[in-house]
């Protein structure tokens, strides 16, 4: 199993930038569909963008947010560009052994605390 610890999170203006980490311990996220998800109050959590061997991104953080992953440091990132208001969210980090194309969160085993993301207009 492995453990992920989110960092990076803050207060943003609008139009700002953050860089979220995800730092894992016990096994290697290479070994792992690792992605991130975020929720707001009072929605559900919805899927942000993932990375195995391509990446993949919901419509809407499309073109600004970047997801990357640096293998000796064991760290996952999301650079995020541009932020907006609807950007406003508690981000996780999660895991999955599973196979790539389905980011739903009920398939990711692993997830860490969240790091909270609070952009003003």
């Known amino acids: 199993q492995v453990q992920l610890v989110e960092s990076g999170g803050g207060l943003v203006q609008a139009g700002g930038s953050l860089r979220l980490s995800c730092a894992a311990s016990?096994?290697?996220?290479?070994?792992?569909?690792m992605g991130w998800f975020r929720q707001a109050p009072g929605k559900e959590r919805e899927f942000v963008a993932a990375?195995?061997?391509?990446?993949y991104y919901t419509d809407s953080v499309k073109g600004r947010f970047t997801i990357s992953r640096d293998s000796a440091k064991n760290t996952v990132y999301l650079q995020m560009n541009s932020l907006k208001f609807e950007d406003t969210a508690v981000y996780y980090c999660a895991a999955m052994s599973g196979a790539w194309g389905s980011f739903r969160p009920a398939d990711f085993g692993s997830w860490g605390q969240g790091t909270q993301v609070t952009v003003s207009s």
């Open positions: 016990g096994r290697s996220v290479s070994t792992y569909v």
């Open positions: 990375i195995r061997w391509s990446t």
